[in-house]
């Protein structure tokens, strides 16, 4: 059983410091987004059976995740489309196993503001590189 974490860091275009980890177990892979130095909420990422089941199904709009909020807001829906945004990538890297992210829930906010989707694309494209 190899559970050696993997790390890799950046800096967003705003400044915000990022460090993403994973650790690897035989049933569950651990991601982790460090906003800041602050981790504050986590989110099942279940895989839908079926969709486990037919390994046909791989196309990235079939990808049915949908996130659990195990610490944080449950009420933040713009952290839960984030966090199923993230699954769907690493779910769509071939990963079979359940997943469990953390991550800093401030750096997004609850509101809607100008360059949210380039924040989530800096995050996605940082998930690929640590999931690849």
Do not use: C
């Not at 390994?55 to 949908?66: A, N, R």
């Not at 509101?111 to 989530?120: I, M, N, Q, W």
């Amino acid at each position: 059983m190899e559970n050696k974490p993997t790390e890799i860091h950046g800096t967003a275009p705003d400044g915000a410091v990022f460090r993403f980890y994973k650790v690897d177990f035989v049933d569950k892979l651990v991601v982790g987004i460090v906003v800041d130095g602050v981790m504050d909420a986590s989110f099942d990422l279940p895989l839908s059976t079926s969709k486990v089941i037919d390994e046909g199904v791989m196309k990235e709009d079939s990808l049915g995740v949908e996130p659990v909020v195990l610490v944080g807001d449950p009420q933040n829906l713009k952290l839960q489309v984030v966090a199923g945004q993230i699954g769907k990538v690493i779910y769509s890297s071939g990963n079979r196993k359940n997943v469990i992210l953390s991550m800093g829930s401030r750096w997004w906010g609850r509101e809607t503001e100008e360059g949210d989707f380039d924040k989530l694309v800096f995050v996605l494209e940082k998930v690929k590189e640590l999931v690849g």
